[in-house]
T-cell receptor, first 113, second 114 residues
Framework: ETGVTQSPTHLIKTRGQQVTLRCSSQ?????VSWYQQALGQGPQFIFQ???????GRGNFPPRFSGLQFPNYSSELNVNALELDDSALYLC????????????FGQGTRLTVV | AQSVTQLGSHVSVSEGALVLLRCNYS??????LFWYVQYPNQGLQLLLK??????LVKGINGFEAEFKKSETSFHLTKPSAHMSDAAEYFC????????????FGQGTTLQVKP
């Protein structure tokens, strides 16, 4: 059974560019959540996808968007990158929508210059 | 709105000493509570969770936490620290009706001295 995998592991982008981060959920998990973890901070909830539909969103602007595919893998897209978007982006998958155990990937470290 | 406060951004203990990491929560509904550990350059790993069953919860690696409603606390303890426990620890809360949205505290860095 493979765990949650995220790609790429590291990424450097220029302010104003767009970025796509990818997440493969753990086998059998139909729910994926995305978090942003700024340096020295706790993770902040961006949004959750359940069976290909957004199922809750945190306090992030619309330039943060996502997708979930039929195989339950997911993408996080960020448009018009800002310096403050530099962070570790974590993906977590759960077996079902109200599961209390989320399995986290190792994250994608995004640096915006 | 739910929130989590972790008292002490850095905690330093000697190997073999008691580990106590403090977490207080605020929630308008009976919450679910979690402790996660993060090792350098890695994601989060669930240590333990409280989901309204027993108030004393035992987790992995010898950690446990006690839910105290009267104190709105969920402190993490381990009787004897090991060097491998050095990491970042996060307390988190969720609404039982929305378990996918975890609200995390700022984190506590645990240093273990030989």
């Amino acid at each position: 059974e493979t765990g949650v995998t995220q790609s790429p592991t590291h990424l450097i982008k220029t302010r104003g560019q767009q970025v796509t981060l990818r997440c493969s959920s753990q086998s059998g998990h139909n729910t994926v959540s995305w978090y942003q973890q700024a340096l020295g901070q706790g993770p902040q909830f961006i949004f959750q996808y359940y069976r290909e539909e957004e199922n809750g969103r945190g306090n992030f602007p619309p330039r943060f968007s996502g997708l979930q595919f039929p195989n339950y893998s997911s993408e996080l897209n960020v448009n018009a990158l800002e310096l403050d978007d530099s962070a570790l982006y974590l993906c977590a998958s759960s077996l079902y929508r109200f599961d209390t155990e989320a399995f986290f990937g190792q994250g994608t470290r995004l640096t915006v210059v | 709105a739910q929130s989590v406060t972790q008292l002490g951004s850095h905690v330093s203990v000697s190997e073999g000493a008691l580990v106590l990491l403090r977490c207080n929560y605020s929630s308008s509904v009976p919450p679910y509570l979690f402790w996660y550990v993060q090792y350098p350059n890695q994601g989060l790993q669930l240590l333990l969770k409280y989901t309204s069953a027993a108030t004393l919860v035992k987790g992995i690696n010898g950690f446990e936490a006690e839910f105290k409603k009267s104190e709105t606390s969920f402190h993490l303890t381990k009787p004897s620290a090991h060097m491998s426990d050095a990491a970042e620890y996060f307390c988190a809360v969720s609404d039982p009706g929305n378990t996918g949205k975890l609200i995390f505290g700022q984190g506590t860095t645990l240093q273990v001295k030989p």
